[in-house]
């Protein structure tokens, strides 16, 4: 089967709008289509609006990114979407994204690049972060390409650096479940001592995605082997981010009918 649970819009740093990322998905041939916009599940609405269009199933997810060194980002489905607590969360972590953002422009500026915050917040339709930084370097002539801003200036120990405000992994994935769901860790290569991931299963977690868009089939066979070591569901994106991002390889990745099963079967528990 075809599917893709890891899917950014326009709402947090993908360059499409929910309902494009809905007809592309149709395209590539995707059965199934989660929206995992950071920190917002704003574009839920137009996404399944779109999907019932196209005869997809689109379900609401979330990815909430960690302050945990390295790029800890947590993946949650089966949410209750509209639920005041959870909203008020995701809405504080925005406003701390915004923070961040306020102090990346001001590190730039300091070098000496005419950036202004504005440039970057008009490019938002509501989680900021560091691509839209790129983006307003990018359309400033100071960089080629997103890639290219990270690699010179946004990265971890480059000049513009700025380290994430974003929560715990332990409160990201008690947030997911407080709102009904169930976590799965994104790109797991981003986890540089697999020891943590006993600790965060403790506190939740029941994933890990294993079939990602960027993987070798060794990477991809690595991390089927530990998520069966540790219990966890297989899960897997393309993490598509749309044209200009760097990500924009077709969506969807293929995997076993079983792999799909599960993770039906976890979602129908779902409350």
């Keep these: 089967m075809r599917l893709d ?14 309902a494009e990322v809905v007809r592309r998905a149709k395209a590539s041939g995707v059965e199934l289509l989660v929206l995992t916009d950071h920190d917002s599940v704003s574009g839920f609405g137009e996404a399944r609006e779109a999907a019932r269009r196209q005869g997809i199933t689109t379900l ?4 909430i990114n960690t302050a945990h060194p390295g790029g800890v980002h947590i993946l949650g489905y089966g949410l209750r979407w509209r639920d005041p607590a959870f909203l008020e969360r995701l809405a504080a972590f925005r406003e701390r994204r915004r923070a961040r953002v306020e102090r990346i422009v001001e ?10 915050l504005e440039d970057v917040v008009a490019q938002g ?6 691509p839209h930084v790129a983006d307003a370097l990018r359309r400033g002539g100071f960089v080629a390409s997103r890639q290219e801003a990270f690699n010179r200036f946004l ?10 405000a974003g929560p715990s992994p332990e ?3 008690a947030l997911i479940r407080g709102a009904g769901g169930f976590c799965s860790l994104a790109h797991p290569e981003t986890v540089s001592e697999e020891g943590l991931l006993a600790g965060w299963k403790e506190a939740g977690l029941e994933g890990l ?3 990602y868009g960027s993987h070798r089939a060794s990477q991809t066979a690595r ?3 530990l998520a069966s070591d540790l219990g966890l569901l297989a899960t897997g994106g393309s993490d598509f981010h749309g044209p200009g991002s760097g990500r924009d390889k077709p969506l969807g990745v293929e995997v076993p009918d079983e792999v799909h099963g599960r993770f039906m079967e976890r979602l129908s528990r779902c409350c």
Excluded: N, Q
């Design 107 to 116: 590190a730039l500026r300091r070098l000496g690049l005419s950036i202004r």
């Design 171 to 173: 409160e990201a994935i």
């Design 5 to 18: 649970l890891h899917t950014h819009s326009h709402y947090s740093d993908g360059t499409c709008a929910p």
């Design 155 to 164: 990265a971890r120990g480059k000049p513009g650096y700025v380290g994430s």
């Design 209 to 211: 995605e294993a079939y």
């Design 60 to 63: 609401c997810g979330i990815e």
């Design 125 to 130: 339709r509501e989680a900021l972060g560091r």
């Design 223 to 225: 991390y089927l082997r």
